[in-house]
């Protein structure tokens, strides 16, 4: 891999009213293909040292661009919420190992918390272009800025708000909050998905295949779920990181090995996607 900063022009920076959540469209020609599940570091401020881990959201490699769904935390993403469009800035990636190509016939269970939608929207929309069966939950207590729909109850699924992006490519999805929010199911977007899951025949639960992003609290308990239920997949996992590229040795976490001893991996090089039960979640959380 070359590692060199490439240059990203910004294309649109959108932000929600609460300016709580933000959609970012960069230019950035020399960055070549980007898979599902990959990142990219970007710099934020010549006087910020680290540069920032974000997940693609979308690639479109014959236009040269790429698509951030992002949360404003702190100085950089504050900073980032108020980037123009033509601006200038300094991009790294695509970084990280992406998904899996899920089983041939499965049926594949997306779950994001907040901002892991990010990876899980791409990987949505690149199985559902290659046919595969992809229902989507994603639990949000802010502001989204994309479009919603309600949708009516279909199969296992209840009525409720849905991603209107996603909708129309066929991935039923659905959204949760813990506040009483119209369309939204209120409670954990993981008893939203594990509900659905008790609706479906024991046939389709052989053939699910888990992928989730979000908050580690909810993965380890979606992952202390899956193993029970002998649910196999993968997790998208967050860590502070330096360089981005498998050099500071800064981002580890600890993975239990085929062999049944634990190691700690790099989530920058490693991951940032793992084995759902291969994850330490006491560690990680
Ligand atoms: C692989 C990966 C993918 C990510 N994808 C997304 C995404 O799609 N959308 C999104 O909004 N956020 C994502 N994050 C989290 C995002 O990197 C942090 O929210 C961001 O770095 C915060 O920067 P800040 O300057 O605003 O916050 P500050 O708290 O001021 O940051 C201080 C330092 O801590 C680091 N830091 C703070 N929070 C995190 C965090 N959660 N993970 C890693 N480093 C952190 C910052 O990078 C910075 O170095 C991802 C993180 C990783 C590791
Ligand atoms: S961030 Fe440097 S090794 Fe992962």
Redesign the pocket.
């Known amino acids: 891999m070359t590692i060199r900063y490439l240059s990203a022009q910004v294309v649109a920076n959108r932000l929600c009213a609460a300016r709580q959540t933000g959609w970012m469209r960069l230019a950035v020609p020399a960055l070549g293909e980007v898979v599902p599940g990959q990142?990219v570091q970007l710099t934020?401020g010549d006087d910020?040292t680290?540069p920032?881990?974000?997940?693609v959201?979308a690639c479109d490699a014959a236009a040269g661009t790429i698509e951030?769904?992002?949360?404003?935390?702190?100085?950089?993403?504050?900073r980032m919420a108020a980037w123009q469009p033509g601006e200038e800035h300094a991009l790294l990636g695509p970084l990280?190992r992406p998904f899996s190509q899920p089983p041939a016939g499965s049926r594949v269970l997306l779950v994001a918390g907040g901002?892991g939608l990010?990876?899980l929207d791409f990987l949505a929309r690149s199985l559902a272009a290659r046919g595969q069966e992809t229902v989507l939950f994603m639990g949000t207590e802010g502001e989204l800025p994309f479009p919603l729909q309600p949708e009516s109850a279909v199969d296992a699924l209840p009525a409720g708000i849905a991603l209107q992006s996603l909708q129309r490519l066929g991935v039923a999805n659905r959204l949760a909050s813990l506040r009483e929010r119209p369309g939204f199911f209120r409670g954990l977007v993981t008893d939203l998905a594990i509900g659905y899951v008790q609706q479906l025949s024991l046939e389709e639960r052989a053939r699910l295949w888990l992928v989730t992003c979000g908050p580690m609290a909810m993965m380890a308990a979606l992952a202390r779920w899956a193993a029970t239920e002998g649910v196999p997949g993968e997790a998208?996992?967050?860590?502070?990181?330096a360089c981005g590229y498998g050099v500071c040795v800064g981002?580890v976490t600890g993975i239990h090995q085929a062999e049944g001893h634990r190691l700690y991996r790099r989530?920058?090089v490693d991951g940032?996607v793992f084995a759902l039960q291969a994850v330490d979640w006491q560690q990680a959380g």
């Open positions: 990142f934020c910020l680290l920032r881990p974000f997940s959201l951030l769904f992002y949360r404003v935390v702190g100085e950089g993403t504050r990280g901002v990010a990876p998208s996992l967050e860590a502070h990181m981002c989530v920058c940032p």
